[in-house]
């Protein structure tokens, strides 16, 4: 069921914000037993607060949380995968996107695991004597269990059978999976990966019912995976990662770059991977008129030449990277074809923003931390585990924590500015602009739950006024096809319903303005073309004597007047 988990949220904040901020030593607390990393794929860091999920609450709640936790660029899965279990960006691991182009073979490739440049969590901690095992986790080397969709252990396949096709049944295989391998292997370390959120996220949208119904399915299998270790009697001395390889955002429209590109006679090879294409120059181009004519087009928000590599963390070794990489601009996606309501691979904090969760020995309970990276959980568990990270990784141990409420007050007050910023033009936006000035007040004074809760009203207003507008918008054409079809019947009350949700609209009422307009769109779809009157009974008789009898007349008379010209 789903429910509000606001002020849940803040009356816990509130009651943690008078406690000290806390430095944890790895040499002072107990080490975990066993190491569970999940990854939600396409977990947007916000779908946490969308939906109910008591299961990753009690896990916040017993441990702590990154307040602004992001992924690596570009933000796919293979990416975002690789620098998860190697603590590494792709300028050490090597895996920008989730394909490459092979220049000598002319075809794409899908990066695997045979292609990272840097170690793994798997392969590390193997050296230190810890069992590991995966489970579908992608861009996983080194585990001594492991289950890929090319390779099932025996014992899984006997039990369970191939995997499910269904994103969703999947999800409840991976878990199965798990629970059988802690029981017959009882491995040390075990990652695993869900994959319906971003499946439905692509399909159907990242503000869509169906990824809220998909994060509470995920988070009911967390809970089944927590019961079973507090079953027995592990739960206390276990280490929980909970994360994401990235994020999600609302696509508008299709940019069909490679045909683009190719009208205007470019042949260098162009790759769709989400919000990002990456490009790799054929000798036939110059790379100077490729650059400017592509940040010329509409759509683009970011050109990325080799030279420019290291800003972004990408590796200007690696021939496979492309020469260069073009990132779409917000609401766009790189493709032939719009085919999804929901993409990644930007630098938007929708595309790079992901939850991050940390529960467990050596964790305190109930605090936060400002920020970190994906980079920085491979370093966090080595931390406190007692061991040192692999030298290819990069990020850093999370040790200091906060008290949440200032760092959520001021969070979500940055997060409402740009929520505001990416509708400009698009909505109604004076009701939130005033909220989002409240909040900032509130932030000055120190009044950080005021600000919290002003914030979030703010981005409510907006993305409210946003569906209305677009629901008024969408009856007004409807109305206009119905109008040009001939379809007038029932327009009448059509338009009237438009007026009342334009005047709800302008009074700042947004829901009574969607639900007026969605109205309106009902009935334009409805309408009809007006009836031709039928004629019925003794009147229609009548008609048909009057003409047989006129066309008789018709007929004696032509054929008198053709009688009398052979005369």
Known sequence: MKRSKARL????LVLIAIAPNVVLDAQEVEKPILVILVSIDGCRWDYLNAAS???????????????????????????????????????????????????????????????????????????YGFKTASVLFPMSKGANIVVTREHIPEFVA??????????????????????????????????????????????????????????????SLIGQLVKWIEDKGLLAHTLFFITADHGMTMIEEAVPLRAILHKAGFKSYVTYEGRISKIYLSQDDDLEELVKFLRGLEGVSEVITRD???????????????DVIVVSSEGRMFTGTMEKLGQHGGLTEWDLRIPLILSGPGVPASKAVREASVVDI?????????????????????????????????????????????????????????????????????????AVEAATRAIKLAKSSLRAAHAISTAEQAIEIARKEGRISGLDEAELKLSEAS????????????????????????????????????????????????????????????????R
């Open 503 to 566: 005047s709800a609209y302008s009074a700042g009422d947004y829901s009574r303005a969607k639900l007026l307009a969605d109205e309106a769109l009902n009935l334009a779809e409805k309408a009809t073309a007006p009836e031709i009157p039928l004629l019925r009974g003794k009147s229609l008789m009548l008609v048909v004597v009057v003409m047989v009898v006129v066309g008789g007349i018709s007929y004696t008379y032509y054929s008198k007047k053709s009688r009398e010209k052979k």
């Open 308 to 322: 420019r590599f290291q800003e972004f963390n990408l590796p200007a070794w690696s021939d496979k990277a492309g």
């Open 378 to 450: 491979v370093p966090t568990i080595c931390h406190l585990l007692g061991l040192p990270a692999p030298e290819t990784a990069v990020g850093q141990p999370i040790t200091e924590y906060e008290d949440p409420l200032p760092l959520e007050a001021e969070d979500r007050v940055r997060v409402a500015g740009l929520t505001l910023s990416s509708m400009e033009g698009k909505c109604d936006l004076s009701l939130a602009e005033e909220a989002l000035e409240q909040a900032k007040a509130n932030i000055g004074s120190g009044d950080y739950l005021s």
């Open 158 to 219: 006997q039990e369970l059978g191939p995997i499910p096709s269904d994103a969703v049944q999947r999800d409840y295989w991976i878990l199965r999976a798990a629970i059988l391998i802690l029981e017959r292997e009882n491995p040390d370390v075990l990652l695993l990966h869900f994959k319906s959120i971003d499946a439905l996220g692509h399909k159907y949208g990242p503000e869509s019912l169906e990824v809220v119904n998909a994060v509470e399915h995920v988070d």
């Open 53 to 127: 999920t008591p299961n990753i609450d009690a896990l916040r709640d017993k441990g702590s949380y990154v307040v602004r936790a992001v992924t690596a660029f570009p933000s796919l899965t293979q990416t975002g995968h690789a620098s998860i279990i190697t603590g590494a960006y792709p300028a050490q691991h090597g895996i920008v996107g989730n394909l490459y182009y092979d220049r000598s073979r002319g075809r794409e490739f899908r990066w695997s695991p045979e292609d990272l440049n840097a170690t793994t969590l798997l392969e590390h901690l193997s050296r």
């Open 9 to 12: 949220i803040l009356a816990i």
